[in-house]
């Protein structure tokens, strides 16, 4: 299992969303396949077939806990990961 995996997994779990690093987050979007436009402190994810963008803003070392929540459920809406 790669760390993006397991990165996936505890996610998904979401029993530990202030804990999530950002570089680590915005490496498991790019590696489900999201481009990235990155304008001053925020970092756009589009990715072809999904309505909405993710927005990430760093909180230090991590990443908002709000928005791992929103991640999680574009995640979860379109099935994504299932390649990983």
Do not use: W
């Not at 804990?19 to 994810?45: A, P, T, Y």
């Not at 990443?63 to 929103?70: E, L, N, S, T, W």
């Amino acid at each position: 299992m790669g760390k993006y995996d397991k990165l996936l997994l505890q996610i998904l779990r979401g029993l530990s969303d202030t804990n999530i690093g950002f570089d680590e987050m915005c490496g498991l979007l790019k590696q489900l396949g999201f481009e990235i436009r990155v304008r001053g402190s925020h970092h756009v994810f589009t990715l072809s077939g999904v309505r909405e963008q993710i927005n990430l803003q760093r909180d230090g070392a991590k990443a908002k806990p709000y928005q791992v929540k929103q991640v999680r459920t574009i995640i979860t809406k379109y099935k994504l990961g299932k390649e990983l």
